[in-house]
């Protein structure tokens, strides 16, 4: 195998992958704040990020993955400033805190199972972890912090090379976050937030600095450290996270270690950060603002395989802006369904070791690519290869199908054609009916009845189902 080379966004260059304990693979992924639904957007990191954990494993490191949930100390706007994201919600919606945050984190969940997305060892909830976050702000206060009207604020110009991860080194960069009066420095930010003189939070904890909440920033630091150790290898999140919210968490990983400069990528906490592009929808759609916003729930309700988004993000490099489209998507759920099928013809097959000369060479490519920090477009062509392969035996070329989506994840042995089905949610006609017609159809156009065959065709497509006559393993429809 190719030695694991992955892109280091805070020394922006290619580094070999050297763990911090041999043969394991610590990651810890930002995970969402559960104020509403995640858009497809955000589900591209996780996508992201599980292709990252899956190759770790694929590589044979023993991975411990731990993805955070959010349910405290997040506000409306990611600089730092506004209303908790979470109280917000609460309060528009006449629910407890509690049971807002419980909705969206299994709406979240669902998600994440519909992607074949695999789970961490731990989903870290943020306010099971208050203790720990008083300890490790306690244990920075007096060095690095100062107590202002509002809360606890860090003091960034307390260690070494504030925001190179952002590569923000003027005020003018990172500072445009908040306009706290009383602030030393621009960019600093609150690691506990004092609940205001006559308000009351559903949640709020009592601190040395009052009662509050911890700073959205503190959590990372805190179950990072927790559950990895410090430093561990990867820190994972999307790239809107790069700029203000990891720079934050690696200034309290220095305090609270007592590390210097970042030129020791250690310092920071963890070895290795990397963070996802983008999803771009031009519709203006990718924003929870916007009412109905792009969910995956949507994409299942329009009729497409969630699969198909998986694959649609698979066909780009992670570092890559990938943009979205209705085209695009029904594209990558065609290119799915093309291996669904040649796969489908594995499946009675008992698998056996992957090795054959025919298959040695798309091994090495396909290992070459995901180990060229994760190149999935080039790893799908060297599976798409392996599935046109022609005279080999069925159970080799199962092995080595299974060995490839081991780290893909589009569980092409788990899913057959009829699921790929374009069938949306609002669609009448079942599909027992849809069926018979076909097999009345097929009748006709064996006995050259062609006139009933295109009255069958013609009746069909007036209740919106597409009939596919080309199809090469029997006659396909689409709604």
Known sequence: MSDLQLFNSLTRQIEPFVPVHPGEARVYTCGPTVYNY?????????????????????????????????????????????????????????????????????????????????????????????????????????????????????????????GRLARAVTEEGEGRIDTVEGKRNAADFAIWRKTPAGETRQMEWDSPWGKGAPGWHLECSVMGEKLLGFPFDIHTGGIDHREIHHPNEIAQNQAFCGCGSLSEAANSGARVWMHNNFLVERSGKMSKSSGEFLRLQLLIDKGYHPLAYRMMCLQAHYRSELEFSWDGLGAALTRLKRMVMQAERLKDAEAAQPEHPKFTALLEKFDNAVSDDLNTAIALTALEDALAVKKVDAGIKRAVVEHMDDVLGLGLMDIARTDLRLRPRAATIAEAEIEDALARRKAARAEKDFATSDALRDDLAAKGVEVMDGDPIGWEWAL
Not at 72 to 96: I, W, Y
Request: proline share 2%; glycine share 4%; hydrophobic share 40%.
């Open 38 to 162: 995640p858009h497809i957007g955000n589900m591209r990191a996780y996508v992201f990020a599980d292709v990252l954990g899956r190759t770790l494993s694929w590589k044979g490191y023993k991975l411990t993955h731990v993805i955070n949930i959010t349910d405290v100390g997040h506000l409306t706007d990611d600089a730092d400033a506004g209303e908790d994201k979470m109280e917000k919600m609460a309060a528009e919606r006449a629910q407890s805190i509690w049971d807002i945050a419980q909705h969206y984190t299994e709406a979240y969940w669902a998600d994440v199972k519909a992607l074949n997305i695999r789970q961490p060892a731990h989903w870290s909830v943020a306010t099971d972890y208050i203790e720990d976050m008083l300890t490790f702000a306690k244990s920075i206060a007096d060095k690095h912090c100062y107590e202002l009207d509002s809360g606890l604020y860090f003091d960034v110009s307390s260690v070494a090379d504030y």
